[in-house]
């Protein structure tokens, strides 16, 4: 390329490749690697049943085919289609061009694993579905790549969950025992704070700490018609006080320490 310099010839190419990319879009070939350039407003969803459609704005057909979404300097999506409905590869892009989401669908639902990432192009989050609902292992990461959260789904609900600090110390977890959701907050390996939630009544409830993990105060928060109580329970969750927050309001101050400190 005599006489060409190098930053102009990287232009030419830039230049040719969005040509091609143009051109896809009025003439595309129907092989594995073909593919149809649309600008962003190229297409509408369509909810039938459940069921989401993808329509060509003008024509109102269902597309069909693998599609790149962009103009003539950015490109914000890619994703594969089958008679109107998402089959495969769906991506989503930064602006500086970094992916922001992989996932993978099939026929309309997601189905397989969904990660998103930073704007660096670090994977943030780790996602696995199967027909529409999330399974399995959910993982998020710092942007340094150390673990943030780790949870556990069945039939897409989160049934147990860490979380860890930038240095890998676990500061929260939740797991269910007992028919009954428990959410601890935890520092430096001692848990300070326990949430407690009925899987199968209106059992609410938390549990304060010292530094030792001894076991300081003890709560129930219970509503009855139009009166709201604080019932103090000991470790048995034998009743040991009961406060009529509505007729006794000044008796909140016996457990607003608790909570502020906490």
């Not at 310099?5 to 896809?24: A, D, M, N, R, W």
Request: net charge negative.
């Amino acid at each position: 390329m005599v006489g060409i310099k190098e930053s102009t010839y990287k232009t030419l190419l830039i230049g040719l490749f969005l040509i091609s990319l143009i051109g896809c879009k009025n003439s595309p070939t129907q092989d594995d690697e073909s593919f149809i350039f649309v600008g962003r407003n190229a297409y509408f969803e369509d909810n039938i049943n459940g069921v989401t459609f993808l329509r060509d704005n003008e024509t109102r057909k269902p597309l069909n085919g693998y599609y790149v979404v962009g103009n003539e300097t950015s490109k914000w999506e890619e994703f594969n289609v089958k008679e109107g409905v998402l089959e495969g590869d769906y991506i989503i892009f930064h602006d500086n061009g970094e992916i922001f989401s992989h996932s993978q669908y099939k026929r309309g639902k997601l189905h397989g694993e969904e990660k998103i990432n930073y704007k660096s192009g670090k994977l943030k989050t780790l996602k696995t579905f199967t027909n529409g609902t999330p399974y399995g292992i959910t993982k998020t990461f710092f942007e340094s790549g150390q673990l943030q959260i780790e949870s556990k789904l069945k039939d897409g609900e989160i049934v147990e969950s860490t979380a860890y600090n930038i240095v890998g110390e676990i500061i929260a977890q939740s797991f269910e025992k007992d028919g009954r959701t428990i959410r601890q907050s935890i520092k430096s390996g001692k848990v300070y704070k326990e949430e407690i939630s009925s899987n199968y009544d209106n059992f609410e409830a938390v549990k304060f700490f010292d530094d030792e993990g001894k076991m300081t105060m003890f709560i129930r928060m219970y509503e009855e018609g139009e009166d709201r109580f604080f019932i103090e329970l000991d470790e048995n969750e034998n009743e040991i006080n009961r406060v009529n927050l509505k007729k006794d309001p000044h008796q909140i101050i016996k457990y607003r320490k608790y909570f502020e400190q906490h």
